[in-house]
Nanobody, 128 residues
């Protein structure tokens, strides 16, 4: 399995921005699609965004579309989540996850059970 480590979380005011990073190791990075999920206290883990192995296709939950951008740098074995215009409801622990699917036209699982590797998470807190 690929190992994943998230970074970049923190405290930001509403309307602000953060950039999360996910560093991968252990397996061929381009064999994996990568996704981001988040989990707020007392809530289920929810899908945020995903990107296929090449970075050519990206996918977003409706709640973040137009505000968040996912990207990847395969030379650096890294994926990024640029989060703009943050809202208090974006407050959560954000997790990076991997799916061993190298299809160019990729359908990301919207449920956590569809993913095989997880990072430890990074806290994002948005104050009003």
């Amino acid at each position: 399995q690929v190992q994943l480590v998230e970074s970049g979380g923190g405290l930001v005011q509403a309307g602000g921005s953060l950039r999360l990073s996910c560093a991968a190791s252990g397996r061929t990075f381009t064999n994996y699609a990568i996704g981001w999920f988040r989990q707020a206290p007392g809530k289920q883990r929810e899908y945020v965004a995903a990107i296929n192995w090449s970075g050519g296709n990206t996918y977003y939950a409706d709640a973040v579309k137009g505000r968040f951008t996912i990207s990847r740098d395969n030379a650096k074995n890294s994926v990024y989540l640029q989060m703009n215009n943050l809202k208090p409801e974006d407050t959560a622990v954000y997790y990076c996850t991997a799916d061993p699917d190298s299809a160019e036209v990729y359908l990301p699982p919207r449920r956590p059970e569809g993913w095989v590797s997880w990072g430890q998470g990074t806290q994002v807190t948005v104050s009003s």
